[in-house]
């Protein structure tokens, strides 16, 4: 627990990483300096792209004594205006599937390598980044916990007719019986992407296969409760939703 | 990309940013969460322009209700445009406004 008499550091940098097909990567790269560090986190940004919400998030992890890196997944689109870019991939249909879970690992590999690495790795996202964390949770080895919020697109794939259906082909819940780790998943009752049915056949697909996890769904809240900076915001769920986070990443990554 | 729905359509014409006009070719729409109307959902519509290097772009973002509005509006425009087309012998094919 911190307290004020504390001494507190962190380094917070651009780096570079080998992600998909060996591309060189950009990542935001967090981490105490003051204390060893108790677990990694990666961190996969949501829709609206690497953007501050997510370099603030990744020093909040920082914070909270993690190595925390997240890839810029949009970095082969090109530099620009964050959501410029991400308009642009939301009109490409996505990135795929195969490349961002590459990039993850390619997250992962960097982690491993640092010369003071020496902890238990979690993913995290949100939105579309919710999706991608549970996708790497069950496709990736070595995730020791994976946190998924308003993740959508869990339950479907892409429309077979749609230009972009090779993207992503498989729907992740299929995925479940592969699931190699607890799973968090916060949830909004208002969300219509994940909607609370489809978090349900998710749960559902869950049990079956006897894996651990905890689900939370919050009502009056929609997709993206945690964004501060958007009307979307719920302060006491945002509130409560991060203690659920940082209580679950206490008691899986240590 | 949450909710999968989205579609690029050719069109033709011109649209203005801060920098000037470009000339557009197509347009990407979406039903997805916006990046910043005070919606869970938004008519997203891109018009990139595709002659620069620098991602310029036209972004709106549209409540549902507003979209079919907007929709009946040009469609009620169009008739009009339409009418006056058959009306003066022109036509917005001769024209090349397609």
Known sequence: MYTTDMYESMIAETVTISGYNNDNILAYFARPLHTKPRGSMILIHHLPGWDEWYK??????????????CPNLYHREGHGDPVDIASKVRSDGGIADDQAMADVQGSYNFLQNLPYMDSKVGVFGTCSGGRHAFLAACTLQGISAAVDLWGGGITQNNNSQEPWYSKQPVAPIEYTKDLSCPLLGLFGQEDASPSPEQVSAHEQELKTHGKDYEFHMYPDAGHGFFYYDRPVYRQAQAVDGWKKVFAFLDKTLG | MCTMISKTIPIKGSAKESEGWFDINTI?????????ADLGYAINLDIPNQSSDKFSRIILELSPQS??????????????????DSHSGDSSQKRGLH
Request: no cysteine; proline share 2%; glycine share 8%.
């Open chain 2, 28 to 36: 990407n729409i979406s039903y997805d969460h916006p990046f910043k």
């Open chain 1, 56 to 69: 603030e998030v990744t020093r909040k992890f920082a914070y909270h004594g993690y190595l925390a890196i």
């Open chain 2, 67 to 84: 979209a079919s509005t907007l929709i009946e509006g040009l469609q009620q425009v169009l008739a009009s445009g339409h009418a006056l």
